[in-house]
């Protein structure tokens, strides 16, 4: 069975390809943050998912939810993926479009995991040095994990960065164990 990623990719690279000729990247990202989240939504979902819907009837439910939201060209994309039966990939697509975005850019996301709530001042030092370090511009997300007993976890793509007490702690008893 094929992976939704690799159905989405073509779509996502047709998309970024249309808003980064144009110089619309932040417009797109938006229109398709928006597309995703009403396909995210159970409601949609189940209407969709009826075989007896159409897909002209598909895509006018998208454009219909998002009036005043999408340019002429986000409607024909929604209308293309609603004739392939694909409005279901939107998450997908714009998980994609999004990190092809942040590579024109020269962003890299980190999710940011902390025992405790971060201030400004902390997540400022600790986005500098994650800038520091990799030489790119960082976006971050930030969550509060207490089962990590103090410090963070920092995910980047596929680079983990934990200096967690609980990884610390775990490093400490694998030790005294061998």
Request: charged letters at 25%; zero cysteines.
């Amino acid at each position: 069975m094929i992976e939704p990623s690799t159905i989405a990719r073509p779509y996502a690279e047709a998309v970024f390809g249309l808003a980064d000729g144009a110089g619309k990247l932040t417009e797109w990202s938006g229109m398709l943050a928006a597309l995703a989240q009403v396909a995210a939504d159970e409601r949609v979902r189940v209407q969709i998912g009826n075989p007896s819907f159409s897909s002209a009837q598909t895509a006018g439910l998208f454009v219909s939810i998002l009036t005043g939201k999408l340019s002429g060209e986000a409607e024909n994309f929604v209308r293309v993926l609603a004739d392939n039966h694909r409005v279901e990939l939107l998450p997908e697509i714009r998980t994609q479009f999004e990190a092809l975005k942040n590579e024109r850019e020269g962003v890299v996301e980190a999710e940011v995991t902390s025992a405790f709530e971060l201030d400004q001042a902390q997540l400022a030092g600790l986005v500098a040095k994650l800038e520091q370090h990799t030489g790119r511009k960082v976006k971050t997300s930030v969550s509060v994990d207490k089962a990590l007993i103090g410090g963070v976890k920092i995910v980047m793509g596929d680079k983990v960065i934990d200096g967690s007490v609980r990884a610390q702690l775990a490093t400490l008893e694998h030790a005294l164990k061998a």
